[in-house]
Nanobody, 121 residues
Framework: VQLQASGGGLVQRGGSLRLSCVISGSTFDPYAIGWFRQAPGKEREGVSCIGSFHSRYYGDFVKGRFTISRDGANNTVYLQMNSLEPEDTAVYYC????????????????WGHGTLVTVSS
C-alpha cells in the first residue's frame, strides 16, 4: 500500500490550497483515510479523516475551514483548505487506517510522504 500526498505550496494568509492523496496497492474502502500535520517543533496532530459511509471528522482548530472528500474512481482523497493562517504551516501527511475514522495517528498503519504547506503573513 502506498500513499502519495501532493498539492502543498506557499500561500498568503486567507488563501486556499487543495491537497491530494493518491492511494495505490489498495482501495480506500472500507478503510479510513486521515490527514495529519506536523509543524516544526510540534507533535503530529490529526487534521481530518474520512471513513466508511462517508463519516468525516475534523480537528477543533479547523473551525469549518477545511473539507475532506474522496474520489473512488481515482482512489484519491482531497483536503480543501480555505482561509489559511500562518498557524497552518506544517508538513501534511495522509495515512490509511482501520475501519473507523480517527484523528489519532496510532490508528493508522500506512503513511505517505508529506507535502509542505507554508502560509505567509
Amino acid at each position: 500500500v502506498q500513499l502519495q500526498a501532493s498539492g502543498g505550496g506557499l500561500v498568503q494568509r486567507g488563501g486556499s490550497l487543495r491537497l491530494s492523496c493518491v492511494i495505490s496497492g489498495s482501495t480506500f474502502d472500507p478503510y479510513a483515510i486521515g490527514w495529519f500535520r506536523q509543524a516544526p517543533g510540534k507533535e503530529r496532530e490529526g487534521v481530518s479523516c474520512i471513513g466508511s459511509f462517508h463519516s468525516r471528522y475534523y480537528g477543533d482548530f479547523v473551525k469549518g475551514r477545511f473539507t475532506i472528500s474522496r474520489d473512488g474512481a481515482n482512489n484519491t482523497v482531497y483536503l480543501q483548505m480555505n482561509s489559511l493562517e500562518p498557524e497552518d504551516t506544517a508538513v501534511y501527511y495522509c495515512a490509511r487506517g482501520g475501519l473507523y475514522c480517527s484523528l489519532q495517528s496510532e490508528s493508522y498503519n500506512f503513511w505517505g510522504h508529506g507535502t509542505l504547506v507554508t502560509v505567509s503573513s
